[in-house]
C-alpha cells in the first residue's frame, strides 16, 4: 500500500476528499521546513501579523518579518529559543538523568551549562549541524510553535498503533485503566486555524494537504472528528498550558501531558449550553425588496406591513433609521405596536451621539434611550458605532455609564461598540471596561481605519466600486479577542466593498457559519446583521425545483436565511419558528411575489 494511500485510510477520508502528501528534505529542521511550507503556500488564508510570533519577529527585527508575513525555519527556532525558561533548561536536565535517550546530548561534554547556551543550541539550524546536533523539534517547540502562530498542529502516524500512540512501555499502576486514546493522532494547541503533518518511524515530518487546503479550519475539516477525541490541549485558547495536567517524557523524546478530568466535569462538558443564534438585516424597509422579498400586492412600499413580513421570517433587525436622528414617539409607538413580543430589536445610537463631536455626546444618548423606553420588552441592543475619527477611552465609557444608571436606569439591554479607531479597538483598558460591563466589542470585518460608504466618484454608484475579498470572520475573532469582552456577540456583514453592494457568495458563508458555529459552542450568543443591498442578479430566472424559497430574495434577506440555515445545520438543529406567522390570504396565494 503506498503512504498516500496508508494515510487515506488511517484518516478514514472519503472518495469525496483528496489527499496530498508534500514532502520536505530530511534534515534537523523537516518540522520547521513544514510549517514554513504548508504556510506559504497561496491557499493559506491564515493573518500572522498580529500572533505572538509576528509581534516578537516585529520586536526582535527579524528581517524577513517586514516583507512577508510567513516565518522562515529560522525565525521560528529563534523564537522558540527565546521562548525557553530556567524551568525548562532543568526540565531537560532531568530527562537527561531519567534516560531518555533522547535527551542525551544535555550529558555529553559539549551540552549547554546554562539557558543562554541552551538558547544558543536550540538556534542552531538543523540543516546545517545536522540530526542530533541541534534541538529537535520535542513537544516544547511544538507547543511553542502552535502558541507562537494561533495554530493548531496536527500530527498523524500511521505506523503507531491504535490505543497506543507515543506512551512509554510500562505496566499500569494501581487504578489505573488502558487508554483508549488513538496513538497514531496528536494535537498540539486549540486554535480554529490548523496544519496536518505525517511523522514517520524516522522522526521526519511531511505536510499532508486536504482537499487542497494547506491551512484549515479544524472544526469543519473531515478529521476533526478523527483528531478532536486525542487533543492534548483542549482547553481555551487563551490558557495553551492546562493547569490540571501533568507533564511526562515519553519513548520517543516527546513531552505530552496526560490532562485529568474528574467525572463530575465530564458530566457538565457532556451539558454545556449552546448559545443562541439571531440572524438578519439592517433595516426593514427597504424599496428594493418590493417583488425581491416584499410582495408587491399586499406589501409593496408600506413600512408597517413590511416590518409585519420581515417578521414572519426574521427574528431580529438592526434599525440603522435611528442614526439619522432620534425618532419621534409616534415612531416608537408603532414599532411597539407592530412587533412581537418575541422579536429582539437592536437599535443604532443617533450620529449626534458618535459623530459630531470630539468625544462621546452623552446627554444624547440618554435622551435617546428615555426616547425608546416604550420599547424595553423587545429592545435588546442599541449600537454604538465611532467612526475611524472619534477615539473612545475609558473615562468615556464611565462617565457614560454613570449617566444610563443614574438618567436611563430603565433600560437593561446591552451597549455593543463598534471602534473604526484602532487606537480604541486595540485599547486594553477600554477591553477591561467591556469586559466587566459585559458590553461585546462589535466584530465587523474590514472595519478599522475606514469610511465604507460613498467612496465612488458618484458616491453609491456602482461604475468604480471597488471589490475585495472580505476579511475572515475567524481572523478577526482572534484579533478582537470578542470572548473576553461578552456573553453576546454581535456581527455586522456588509459585502464586499464600500458601496455595500454585492452578495456572500457560499464559500464565504460557511466561513462565517463555522466562526459563528465556534462561538455558540462557547455558550455564547451571537447577533448577526447583513448589509448589503444588490438585488437579484436574475429575477425572472426560474427557481430550480427544490431550491429554498430565499434563492431568488434580494441579497441581504437571502444572505441572512442562508447563513441562518448554514449555522443550526452545523448542530443539527431545527431553525426557530419566527415571531410571526404568515397570514392566511386569497392574496398569499394569488398575489405576484
Known sequence: MSRSSSLRQTL??????????????????????????LLARRDATVDLTTSPMGLWSRDHDANEWSTSTIPSSQTMRDYVADQLTSEQFDLYRMYATAGVLEYSWMTSANAPGNLQELRDFAKRSGRRHGPGKCLWADE????????????????????????????MKRKRGKGETNSHTDGRFVSIGNYRSAVILHRSRREHYNCLIIDSLSVFDL?????????????VDNQNCNEPNPKNSETKPVSDGRVLPTTKIDSKKEKNLTKQRIGKFYCGCAGFSNSKWVGNFYPKTIVGNNSDRQ??????????????????????????????????????????????????????????????????????????????QCPRTLVVDVTQLEQM????????????????????????????????????????????????????????????GTSDIIEYEPQLLSELAQTGLVTSTSDMVYVRLHGTNDEHQGEYNARQLRN????????????????????????????????????????RWAAM???????????FELTGEQIPEAPRKPRSTLLNYFAKK
Open 12 to 37: 478514514q477520508l472519503s472518495a469525496d476528499h483528496t489527499l496530498e502528501v508534500l514532502s520536505v528534505e530530511p534534515s534537523g529542521d523537516c518540522f520547521y521546513d513544514c510549517i514554513h511550507a
Open 140 to 167: 516544547f517547540a511544538l507547543r511553542t510553535v502552535s502558541d507562537g502562530l494561533h495554530l493548531t498542529i496536527l500530527i498523524v502516524d500511521d505506523q503507531a498503533q491504535s490505543g497506543r500512540g507515543f506512551s
Open 219 to 231: 472544526e469543519t475539516s473531515p478529521v476533526y472528528s478523527r483528531c478532536s477525541s486525542v487533543n
Open 307 to 384: 416590518l409585519s413580513h420581515y417578521q414572519e421570517y426574521f427574528s431580529t433587525v438592526e434599525v440603522n433609521s435611528t442614526f439619522y436622528g432620534v425618532p419621534s414617539e409616534a415612531t416608537v409607538s408603532k414599532w411597539k405596536s407592530l412587533c412581537s413580543k418575541s422579536f429582539r430589536l437592536v437599535l443604532k445610537a443617533p450620529k449626534a451621539v458618535t459623530h459630531e463631536h470630539e468625544s462621546l455626546n452623552i446627554s444624547t444618548l440618554v435622551f435617546f434611550l428615555n426616547r425608546m423606553q416604550p420599547l424595553r420588552d423587545i429592545l435588546q441592543c442599541v449600537l454604538i
Open 401 to 460: 455609564k454613570k449617566a444610563w444608571k443614574e438618567e436611563a436606569s430603565w433600560y437593561a439591554g446591552y451597549f455593543a461598540f463598534e471602534f473604526r479607531n484602532k487606537t480604541s479597538f486595540y485599547d486594553t483598558d477600554v477591553r477591561d471596561f467591556l469586559t466587566e460591563n459585559k458590553w461585546p466589542l462589535v466584530m465587523h470585518p474590514d472595519s478599522l481605519e475606514r469610511s465604507t460608504i460613498g467612496t465612488s466618484v458618484a458616491g453609491r
Open 512 to 551: 462565517i457559519a463555522s466562526q459563528i458555529h465556534s462561538w455558540r459552542m462557547q455558550g455564547l450568543d451571537v447577533y448577526c446583521f447583513f448589509l448589503n443591498d444588490l438585488e437579484p442578479l436574475a429575477v425572472a430566472c426560474p427557481q430550480k425545483y427544490g431550491a429554498d424559497p430565499w434563492e
Open 557 to 567: 434577506p437571502k444572505n441572512a436565511k442562508h447563513l441562518e440555515k448554514l449555522v
